[in-house]
């Protein structure tokens, strides 16, 4: 089977501008639904579900028999590593890839994000919905919107002051701030329920308690159980982890992938191949990034199962070949070496214009 892989996506971006707009997506979807790829895996799901049930409890079981001990912190590691997997699994939810009826999946996906991990499902929903309608693209992505960290070389010149000192930097900076983002994940939900604009108010007052309580609880109950010092170090790790975890396994997804330009259209292939990066390797990649490796197919296919995406992505592959279509996949390191250098790319456009680089590398002679 021939292939037509690039690492950092730089034949894709010579395409943006001329993809056409009718598109083989059907056919390919034709497919891939005669192979079976959409059906529900629910045994998958059941084994996964469960076994992240027995390591929440023995998070718990070891927070309860560690005591005032410094080893604590391991279990605050394992708990960030634990609620991210909990996280994808709301993701898949909220994706109906685990149950056949969106109302269950709601359901489901919603008690997994807002009791267990303690973010808004319904902000994610909105938010990641935007997402895959129209990934990288200027001024409809959500994902790529300005923020302390920013996308595009626009964006970066609109930066002042610590924020321009950080975007200059941003690619190096980049896994430090993660650490804040398990953080930024719970204040931005909170703060999306309180100043939300949505019909159903009464919904958005329910998701806000349920979290409130999540949240207020579960620190209650740590701060109750180990000394102030040791309690707010268990805390820190679990957040830092968290974020790091969650931001280390969608980052390599689109980061450094050609950007849409704000009024640019492209159909529904081009658009979900083109901005989308598969990381290479096999059954354990798939469970350490819940299924996010597999980007290319998760975007063309929303609603696939977990298990499916390894299957589908040798037909998706090859369709892309037979039509020309670059499809970009590269292994989890070389992908974050790629978002690195890219962020650092575009912070480089919050320089100074009048500080000349050839100055500064002589600085020091």
């Not at 958005?204 to 170090?233: D, K, N, Q, Y």
Request: aromatic content about 10%; glycine content about 10%.
């Amino acid at each position: 089977m021939t292939t037509a892989t690039v690492v950092d996506g730089s034949a894709a971006a010579a395409r943006l501008s001329g993809a056409p707009h009718t598109s083989s997506y059907s056919a390919l979807s034709r497919t891939v639904r005669e192979a079976g790829l959409l059906r529900r895996a629910y045994g998958y799901y059941l084994w996964t579900g469960g076994l992240l049930v027995l390591a929440l409890g023995a998070a718990a079981s070891g927070f309860v028999l560690l005591g005032d001990s410094w080893l604590q912190l391991l279990v605050a590691g394992a708990l960030g590593l634990i609620l991210t997997q909990f996280a994808f699994l709301a993701h898949e939810a909220a994706h109906r890839q685990v149950f056949a009826t969106g109302p269950v999946n709601d359901r489901v996906g919603r008690v997994v994000a807002n009791v267990v991990v303690g973010i808004s499902y319904s902000w994610w929903m909105s938010k990641h919905t935007r997402h895959h309608a129209n990934p990288n693209h200027v001024g409809k992505d959500p994902d790529v919107a300005n923020d302390t960290i920013v996308f595009t070389e626009e964006g970066a010149r609109e930066h002042r002051g610590l924020l321009a000192l950080i975007t200059r930097y941003q690619g190096w900076l980049f896994f430090p701030l993660l650490t804040l983002e398990g953080l930024n994940l719970h204040l931005t939900s909170v703060r999306s329920l309180l100043h939300g604009t949505d019909a159903d108010r009464g919904a958005r007052v329910r998701e806000l308690v349920t979290i409130g309580l999540r949240l207020v609880l579960a620190r209650a109950v740590v701060f109750w159980w180990l000394p102030f010092g040791m309690a707010s170090a268990f805390l820190g790790v679990q957040l830092a982890v968290f974020g790091v975890y969650m931001g280390a396994s969608f980052a390599p997804n689109h980061k450094g992938m050609p950007m849409v330009p704000e009024g640019s259209r492209l159909d529904f292939l081009s658009k979900q191949v083109l901005t989308s990066r598969n990381i290479r390797g096999g059954a354990w990649t798939s469970a350490l990034m819940g299924g996010l490796n597999h980007q290319v197919e998760h975007h063309l296919f929303p609603s696939m199962p977990r298990p499916h995406l390894a299957r589908a992505r040798l037909l998706v592959r090859e369709h892309c070949a037979a039509n020309g279509l670059p499809y970009t996949e590269t292994g989890l390191v070389r992908s974050y070496a790629i978002v690195v250098g890219y962020l650092n790319r575009v912070g480089l456009a919050a320089r100074d214009p009048f500080d000349c680089p050839l100055r500064q590398s002589m600085r020091g002679y």
